[in-house]
């Protein structure tokens, strides 16, 4: 793509203390990323959701830099990172190709979850050194109104305007994640969902981005890259729908079930998370385990 980005190292007390380092770049556009990095080995990409950020990957992030370099990404538009005065879903994918450029001139691996997963692909096709792609539920419908509709773009658009994030929130989590309604209420009074709340345009916009996404799958029959498809194994059903699209779409892709889970794996069983992750990046086959490092996911 020829894009060049402008490093800035910025390492603060907080990623002292917890074995990480953070950094940021200058993408394209000029708006700063910023980023967490942990470890040594080979690069890999984490690349978060919408309604989250880099600290979902907490959990997992001490078994995987045991084995990898890891980068944790605060997306544009959510706290340590800066925004712009407009929104495209092509920024996103230019951040994510920066960063890969801004960290190593060799091959790079990426970990996405969600909406980042989205754009992460978008990434991972127009970037030349991908060498392998984990993508976990990332919300492309595999049939008309699968995670939202045409009223639910309006009701959080109006939300919004009303400046009522808490609703808009609610009204992601519950009609587009499917959150379960006994998981949402502890969310509610969770010290994340204020925070979470107060994001709300980002959720709009990328809720807006996400359901006019053009997959358009002329363009992946000579797909090469080693992609995973992560999928809870109570996940609803458009999100099992989308890994059966993908993965008929992918050449070499493959699904990974994650037993009793849905779409916050690396947060609830970040052992399991990692063993799939790690065995897929190493390249060691289906149902091998990677012992070394696991203890600290499973703590």
């Known amino acids: 793509m020829g894009i060049s980005a ?3 190292i910025r390492a603060d007390a907080r990623g002292a203390r917890t074995g990480s380092r953070m950094d940021g770049f200058r993408s394209t556009d000029g708006t700063l990323i910023r980023y967490m990095r942990r ?20 959990r997992i992030m001490p078994a995987l830099s045991r084995h990898l370099t890891v980068y944790a990404m605060i997306r544009r538009g959510y706290q340590g990172s ?28 990426i970990l996405a979850h969600s909406y980042g997963a989205i754009c992460a692909f978008e990434a991972a096709y127009r970037y030349p050194r991908v060498q392998r792609l984990v993508l976990y539920e990332p919300p492309i419908p595999a049939y008309a109104g699968a995670y939202f509709t045409p009223a639910l773009i309006k009701t959080v658009r109006r939300l919004l305007a009303e400046s009522k994030g808490e609703a808009v929130l609610e009204a992601f989590l519950a009609k587009m994640a499917q959150v379960p309604v006994g998981k949402l209420a502890a969310m509610r009074s969770s010290p994340q969902w204020a925070k979470a709340a107060s994001r709300a345009h980002t959720i709009v916009r990328e809720l807006e981005a996400a359901a006019s996404y053009d997959l358009r799958p002329e363009r992946f029959h000579d797909w090469k ?18 890994a059966a699209r993908l993965n008929a779409l992918l050449p070499g892709s493959a699904i990974a079930v994650l037993a009793r889970q849905r779409h916050a794996a690396m947060i609830n069983a970040p052992a399991l998370f990692v063993r799939e992750v790690l065995a897929f990046i190493k390249g060691l086959p289906r149902g091998a385990t990677v012992e070394t490092g696991l203890r600290e996911a499973r703590a």
């Open 6 to 8: 402008r490093k800035v």
């Open 39 to 58: 470890g040594s080995g080979p690069p890999l990409l984490l690349i978060h959701g919408t309604s989250a950020d880099s600290n979902q990957w907490q």
């Open 82 to 109: 800066e925004d712009a005065d407009s929104y495209q879903i092509d920024r996103e994918v230019e951040d994510i190709v920066a960063l890969a450029d801004s960290v190593t001139e060799g091959p790079v691996n």
């Open 225 to 242: 890259i080693p992609t995973l498809l992560l999928l809870g194994g109570d996940s609803p059903q458009p999100y099992r729908a989308t």
